[in-house]
C-alpha cells in the first residue's frame, strides 16, 4: 500500500513559518500542524532564500527549471564516471600492447644477446 502525499497550500507553509518567526519551537509547530518538523524546517528556508513571492511555486512540486538542472546534473555524472572508465580501459589496452612489442622484440632479438662460443683449441 502506497501512502500519497499531503499537499499544503502556500498560505498554509507561510503561516507555519510565521509561527516560528513569533517564537514558537519548531518540533512544537510542527506536531500542532501535522507535519515532520524537517519539512517545516525546509519550508522555513525556502521562505528565507526565496522570499514570499518565489516560495512554494507549486503545491508540493519541484520547480520546473529545478527539476532539469537536477536532471541534466545526474546525466553529467554518469558520463564523467563512464568517461573515466573508458580512459582506465584505454590506458589498459596501451599497456598491454606495449608489453606485445616488448614481448615481440625480445623473442626477435634473442639469438643476438648470446655470445658465441669460442672454440678451444
Known amino acids: 500500500m502506497r501512502l500519497s502525499r499531503r ?19 519548531l518540533l512544537e509547530t510542527a506536531r500542532a500542524l501535522g507535519v515532520h518538523q524537517t519539512v517545516l524546517a525546509r519550508w522555513r528556508d525556502e521562505l ?10 507549486g503545491v508540493g512540486k519541484k520547480k ?23 580512459k582506465k580501459l584505454l590506458q589498459r589496452v596501451e599497456e598491454a600492447r606495449m608489453l606485445q612489442e616488448l614481448n615481440r622484440g625480445a623473442s ?8 658465441p662460443k669460442r672454440d678451444r683449441p
Not at 499537499?7 to 519551537?25: C, M, N, P, T, W
Not at 528565507?48 to 511555486?57: H, V
Open 64 to 86: 520546473a527549471e529545478e527539476t532539469r538542472v537536477a536532471e541534466l546534473e545526474r546525466k553529467i555524472g554518469q558520463q564523467a564516471v563512464e568517461i573515466d572508465f573508458l
Open 108 to 115: 626477435s632479438t634473442e639469438g643476438w644477446s648470446k655470445k
Open 7 to 25: 499537499k499544503f497550500s502556500k498560505e498554509f507553509k507561510i503561516q507555519a513559518v510565521r509561527r516560528l518567526e513569533g517564537g514558537a519551537k
Open 48 to 57: 528565507r532564500e526565496e522570499g514570499a513571492e518565489q516560495a512554494f511555486p
